[in-house]
């Protein structure tokens, strides 16, 4: 007799998973503390609100990488955006910034950029597509800054061709508006423009970067630009409350994980190809982008999302394999999707294990 | 021959000493992320924006000391404390905030409240001594929030009586004003008051405390109030970027050292007694407050502050022992002074051996 055997829940069979399709595997507090602290000298300092040698030098590290003159250390990316469009809009005498309507600014960020910076979102294109040039023309008033996501997550990472990209930053140039880089992966972009991460932030006047998505870092961010571009950043990040006393967990962890994982986004890059090919032969799935443009896509499932879901969990439940989680609406009646970023994890997991696994889900009844 | 043989830095100095007069001695990543990782259980989950056992159960323990119905950790006590008067001012349709002259609001945050959110500030009372509910009865505008810094940190950790901090916050009742409380050093109180943190924080609407002043922790900060004032504040902490994705090392940092810690406040409390009267009977030093109220007081030293701190500095490179960095600027001409917060690092120090180091920095030549 079995008494007191509760069903696991949800979060318990993903807690539990030891495969995942996505990602770099679960980030574990115990596990990551340890690692950090075996990456870390035992007499390197702490940063003191900003200051120190640990996180002063990786600042130096991203200015370099990106060809700036300097770099600011941020706990996220929405401040480092709120800061770069506050700076743009105070030198440039106008309060309104242009970017396409997908841009986090303007879907999660609470629209800080208004609340917080009496900012206006001039929202440009269409919400399903790239924005382009001629969308640009259409934009018959002021602004500030031009912000670009680089690629666009929400259209599973697409990214602009470098023609494409060169005829929109030559839009906010001749009017004399700064161009600001939504750059959350802009890492995961190097594959497809084949240039340095240097030439393509020279199109730009500032960069924001992420060190927790493909970098896998636990937080952070970097703003890069101008030495006084910079300098300004500092005392905006004073005022949004973001110079926490001792950023290092942040700072070991972006650095260590930077070093580890940036010479691989090629490899992220080769095998979402193979890993959306698998899918896309698969009935009833739709990869977009197909071919992905970088380690991203959006996997778009047809069938009862309840059915669909159920039938992941179970295989997380009986395998430990983690395909994906909750499924999100798409404009299609009958169709769901999930975002797919690869990392490190789906080495773990053979394209024929891919192949049978979401075979599996889509004929589970 | 001694060749290459660097004249050592103040601050390799200071980081190469044992003992220290202040605080709890030297913050180092290495063996911080190494305690921290032995702290934490190897299940334990890690926190997702803002969600999860571990940050959720920590607010909890937050809220329960406190006495409010809800608390939200957050990465630091600018954004805490601007999130604060910007809920009050939207909920009582005023934008001026009233509070003393020397609160952290006015002086460390580059105007934060007022370049971010709109507000201005109507400073009340002299910024030399606490503020008073006649210096209250002169305010002749509406105001949505009192702010009160518990205690005035830049007055040596000073605190009104039970009596005087009750007719202040009955001036913000009688005029339908909001009182927020900056408790920073709120857990340095208790012993002044003899009453629960709950007792005091139940005075206010809103309560901020810190986690790594008197506590100790590597960073972070909690705001305190009802349940509907915290859900509103969740909304500004993704406006200002401060829902970090992983905020576990400030937490499980927070609670290890709370824990350990918050009994400890009388103790250092007593030990700050007793060193102010030590230091106070040298020729040419005097506290502020004496006695000290909690475990911080101001040191104020007579004569050449480069002498002084070169002096203080001799010491700390011969016997590895910290008294004070560098000393600041008084009223008086030719005094200095330096802000001194007791904790467990004093008690590694003789009350004799206090006295004769000091005894040593003011004769010396």
Known sequence: MVLNQAVPTREAIMA?????LGGHGMMRPHD??????????????????????????????????????????LPTGTMAQQIALRIWAERKHHDTVAYHPMCHVETKEEKGYQRLHGLH???????????????LDTVAEPVAALLIELPQRDLGGMLPSWEALQAQTAWARERGAAVHMDGARLWESAPFYGRSYAEIAGLFDSVYVSFY???GAMAGSALAGSADFIAEARVWQVRHGGRIIHLFPYVLSARTNLRQRLDRFSHYHARAVTIAKVLQAIPGIVVKPEPPQTNMMHVSLHGDPERLEAAALAIAREENVALFRALRPTDLPNWTMFELSIGDAADALTDDEIRAYFTRVMETE
């Open 121 to 135: 979102a001039r929202l440009v294109g269409d919400a399903r597509r790239l924005m382009t040039r001629e969308d």
């Open 32 to 73: 990551e503390l340890r690692a950090l602290a075996a990456a870390t000298a035992p007499d390197e300092s702490a940063d003191v609100y900003g200051k120190g040698n640990l996180i002063e030098a990786f600042e130096r590290e991203i200015a370099a990488i990106l060809g700036t003159e300097a770099a600011l250390f």
């Open 16 to 20: 539990a998973c030891e495969r995942f």
């Open 213 to 215: 998505k493909g970098i």
